[in-house]
């Protein structure tokens, strides 16, 4: 599921070639803040791919809600308490 939301994300990412020590910049303007630099536009994409899967898991500790992509989305998992027996 997070992968494919990754995939998906990456499918709308934007490049552009800035004047910079990294200068393949790319970003996915659907995701608020989610950008990375690159020495190549292989780096950049696998940069990228980490800055959003970062970004989904801060969403998700914060419940921050996280914003479908292409009618594929990433739910809130509850986590049980491991010391609570039923």
């Not at 070639?17 to 200068?23: A, L, S, V």
């Amino acid at each position: 599921m997070i992968l494919q939301y990754i995939e998906k994300a990456l499918g709308h990412a934007r490049y552009e070639i800035i004047g910079d020590d990294e200068p393949y910049y790319g970003e996915i303007p659907e995701l608020a803040g989610v950008y990375a630099t690159g020495k190549t536009l292989e780096e950049c994409r696998a940069n990228l791919m980490e800055v959003v899967d970062g970004w989904i898991i801060v969403r998700l500790r914060r419940g921050l809600p996280i914003p479908p992509i292409d009618n594929c989305t990433i739910e809130e998992v509850v986590r049980l308490d491991q010391s609570v027996r039923v």
